[in-house]
């Protein structure tokens, strides 16, 4: 889901999200679910070391990844922003760049992209309008996975 419902006007918005760790918003509370390992995503034959990421284009969608960077410990030479999954899963298909996700991202890229495993993990959060603790999010809350 894109990050940009929660700036829709008021009955546009949704009771509440799931995203990427660093994605909130101003006027909303967000509180941890599960995490899940990273993987680097890549072109067959266009598969860097970790260690090279410094080097690389770097291909993604949506604010939290300047916090899954920070933790990683990288800054690629380049970074270049999709409007959503679709177009990057394209660009790294194409072989514009490489981009970091989790592993259960994998569905999204297709045949024509790698999947690399790599040293960190993503972790996905509740995200809700403050004063809107409604007792379907108190469950999601308490059994984030049903």
Do not use: K, N
């Not at 410094?54 to 410990?73: Q, Y």
């Amino acid at each position: 889901m894109a990050i940009e419902v929660c700036d829709g006007e008021d009955a546009d918005r949704p009771d509440a999200i799931v995203a990427p760790y660093g994605e909130r918003r101003p006027g909303w509370r967000s509180a941890p679910l599960w995490s899940e390992p990273l993987a680097l995503y890549v072109r067959p034959g266009h598969a860097p070391e970790p260690a090279d990421l410094a080097d690389m284009t770097l291909v993604t969608c949506g604010a939290w990844t300047s916090a899954m960077l920070a933790g990683l410990g990288v800054s690629p030479a380049h970074i270049h922003y999709g409007r959503d999954w679709r177009d990057v899963a394209t660009l790294v298909a194409e072989g514009f760049g490489i981009t970091i996700a989790g592993i259960s991202a994998a569905e999204i890229f297709g045949p024509d992209v790698r999947a690399l495993p790599i040293d960190g993990w993503l972790t996905y959060c509740v995200y809700w309008r403050e004063g809107d603790d409604t007792p379907g999010l108190g469950r999601l809350l308490e059994h984030p996975h049903g």
